[in-house]
DNA sequence: TCAATCCGTATC
DNA sequence: ATACGGATTGAC
């Protein structure tokens, strides 16, 4: 402890002379304290600390971080103001636009300002600020923009891109863009004209199988770009986002826009935010870490996929990137478009509720891009051992044979492993089901006793209906069980597989079977594949999820965009049974049909999407004393509490359910909230983890 | 009547 | 965590 360091007297500060007033948001975690803080701007840092930038300030006697949210010329505040401690950082990372829609999020989840923004603002990495800041410098000596924050490109210099050119000699202004491949859908070319002319159309976009998605979202971006305005596009994983890069270079060129990521190390996920940020790039595409992006002028957000579990954000308050993006297009007048072969029963309430039109095509247009898909009873296992081995049913075995004789690739899609642990008859591969109940059995480790699922009675000597077997085995086999079993039922074909831990992105047109998780099936670089097998198909349809049919059909109709069209032969074969709505779905290509009996199911249930639920989870005391404290809004229903496993396995929690119609959601966000407000300035240590939709639930 | 101490609450 | 205000206590 040096007492000279601590008795030096700081030099008496002066309030700046304009604006001596920051509202702070304080980065504590505490939701009692979720509000903005007056602070008193010393002179000195009147120039920098504008709104945006990072500040460190003393709350409570410690210094925390914080962003400053606004300059004002008085405070509210009867108390006396502490000054800014300082501002880390002169550039401002927090937009005003960033900031609202941050804190419609936290209000939305019940969560926090702090913790949102912690997920919408990167960590700065001052090295890569410095080097970000001297080529900005060199820009500006270069004439190229006036201040070191460049501003945002006008639309004046964008007439470059590909397509956009103003025809040769011609003195015309430059050409709108072309509606390419989106004139294919009924309101496809009114959509790319809306982004264009600088409107802000909201879609509900069914892409057409064998879609090449990446094109027709960069076209998207094109025509927002050419209205002036920003773009930002959220996908679910890498592949995709390597995919949607690729497009937007070819139909962009290169340094227009940004891709971000979780994989990127700190210094360049900051370096490609400061770009965005600083108006550098306006168009930016990423995974969920994109879905707070700072986008200059934003005029279209989308989100490709939303149905897939990865656009939920695992860290609270555990925001969906779908329902951050369409708040960002609601709050910023920005276009938004929700696509993906499946509609989520999420989409289907946008347009049932009005709030986004359909962009889909004719019957007619599907008709003639769809596969032929034809669905096989489990049971009919192919005759030739070799592919009866491999767990082929004839049909899917003579579709693969035919496909391969024409020179096409065949994909095989098959459940990960240990994605559910359903056994069955290892002598028929008939599936093990509950002797007393029908429910699935399950083996919960292996070389334990099979149990069922439903009713958790021990299958002590089972005997397969259907043969006598007494033995059982995993049903699940896996990628690379399936692979070596294929192998052996096409001698000589070479056998690919895609999977967790090696993801092919394409495979060449040539006869392979390829084998592919979910998820993870290569694109073929041509037409596409001749054969789609989906096999064991029950591990996904008997998943004990709310979801479980509309997570089947996404899975299936992502393989099944992958195949030729049927007048080309393009053959699906599903191992399921034909009568199941899912696999009517997917027959008629009609993922539009399919959510609609999704949402009116959902509705007559009460369950969301029709309806608003929150969880709350923590020991059995806690979970009561919010409830006791939490003002619920009238009609809400309480369901359990139940006990649910810990996440770190120290014994169970208990789980309670809350159920409000959707007009009530943000009344019900609000008073979970206030009450752990309560909860939290009680110093209650006991936490209680309050998650609005949440996931597990789905 | 006043200072020392305790406790609850706000945190600018 | 720390700082502050109001209540409480105990000595004069």
């Known amino acids: 402890m040096s007492t000279r360091r601590a008795r030096r007297a700081r030099a008496p500060r002066e309030p700046a002379g304009t604006l001596p007033v920051a509202r702070v948001a304080v980065d504590v975690p505490l939701p009692h304290l979720d509000r903005p803080f007056d602070y008193l701007v ?7 600390a504008v709104p945006g930038v990072r500040v460190r300030v003393r709350f409570a006697g410690q210094l925390v971080d914080g962003f400053v949210l606004s300059r004002t010329e008085e405070s509210a505040h009867n108390g006396r103001l502490a000054f800014l401690e300082r501002v880390v950082s002169p ?54 923009a006036a201040a070191g924050a460049a501003p945002p490109p006008g639309p004046g210099d964008l007439t470059d891109l590909p397509g956009m050119a103003a025809r040769p000699g011609g003195s015309g202004p430059p050409d709108r863009p072309r509606p390419g491949g989106w004139a294919r859908y009924q309101a496809g070319a009114a959509l790319l004209r809306a982004l264009a002319e600088g409107r802000a159309p909201r879609a509900v976009w069914t892409a057409l199988p064998g879609e090449d998605w990446p094109a027709r ?83 279209l957000v989308a989100i490709w996929d939303d149905g897939d579990d990865l656009h939920a954000e695992p860290r609270a308050p555990y925001p969906h990137a779908r329902e951050v993006l369409l708040t960002r297009a609601q709050l910023a007048g920005a276009a938004a478009i929700v696509g993906g072969y499946l509609r989520t029963t999420e989409a289907q309430l946008l347009l049932e509720a009005g709030w986004a039109k359909p962009v889909a095509a004719a019957r007619a247009t599907v008709r003639a891009h769809a596969p032929l898909v034809t669905p096989v009873d489990e049971q ?26 024409t020179g096409a690739p065949v994909l095989v899609q098959v459940p990960r492993r240990g994605y559910l642990p359903a056994v069955s008859c290892v002598d028929c591969h008939a599936p093990a089901r509950c002797p007393h109940c029908g429910g699935p059995l399950a083996l919960p480790a292996a070389r334990a006793t099979a149990s069922c699922r439903w009713c958790g009675r021990p299958a002590v000597a089972y005997a397969c209906p259907r043969c006598g077997g007494r033995r059982l085995r995993a049903a699940v086999v896996g990628a690379r069980r399936t692979a070596e079993e294929l192998g052996r039922a096409f001698p000589g074909v070479p056998v690919r597989t895609s999977g967790r831990d090696a993801v092919l992105a394409t495979v060449p047109d040539e006869p392979a079977l390829v084998v592919a998780t979910p998820g993870a099936e290569p694109v073929v670089d041509g037409s596409g594949y001749g054969a789609v097998l989906l096999l064991d198909t ?25 195949a030729r069209p049927g007048r080309s032969g393009g053959r699906v074969v599903v191992v399921a049974d034909g009568g199941l709505p899912v696999v009517q779905a997917l027959l008629r290509w009609d993922p539009g049909w399919f959510a609609e009996r999704e949402l009116a199911d959902r509705v007559a249930l009460g ?92």
């Open 380 to 405: 009919q296992l192919a005759h030739d051992p070799a592919a009866a081995a491999a767990r082929l049913p004839t049909l899917a075995w003579q579709a693969a044979r035919e496909a391969l004789r």
């Open 538 to 562: 029950w591990a996904l349809l008997t998943r004990a999820d709310l979801r479980a049919g509309e997570e089947t059909l996404r899975r299936w109709l992502a393989a099944a965009a992958l």
């Open 217 to 299: 979202l960069a076209e998207a971006v094109r025509a927002t770009i050419h209205s002036g305005r920003g773009a930002l596009v959220v996908v679910a994983d890498a592949r995709d986002l390597d995919r949607l890069d690729a497009a937007l270079t070819a139909v962009l060129g290169d340094g227009r826009h940004v891709a971000l990521s979780a994989a990127l190390g700190p210094a360049e996920r900051y370096r490609r935010f400061l770009q965005a940020s600083r108006g550098r790039v306006r168009v930016v595409i990423g995974t969920r870490a994109a879905m707070f992006a700072p986008v200059p002028d934003l005029g």
């Open 607 to 698: 369950f969301p999407p029709a309806a608003r639920m929150a969880s709350l989870t923590g020991s059995p005391d806690a979970v009561a004393e919010l409830l006791r404290l939490a003002e619920l809004p009238a009609g809400t229903a309480v369901l359990g509490p139940v006990p649910v496993p810990r996440r770190d396995g120290t014994g169970d929690a208990e789980q309670v359910l809350l159920r409000v119609p959707r007009s009530a959601g943000s009344a019900l966000a609000a008073a979970l909230h206030a009450a752990a407000g309560v909860r939290s300035a009680r110093k209650a240590r006991d936490p209680v983890r309050v998650q609005v939709d949440p996931r597990d639930l789905w």
């Open 91 to 144: 550039e401002p990372v927090l937009t005003a636009e960033v900031a609202r829609l941050a804190r419609a999020v936290a209000d939305r989840y019940a969560g926090t300002l702090a913790d949102v923004l912690r997920l919408a603002v990167p960590p700065r990495h001052a090295a890569a600020e410095a080097a970000h800041a001297a080529a900005a410098a060199q820009a500006a000596d270069a004439g190229d």
């Open 42 to 48: 010393p002179a000195e840092l009147d120039e920098t």
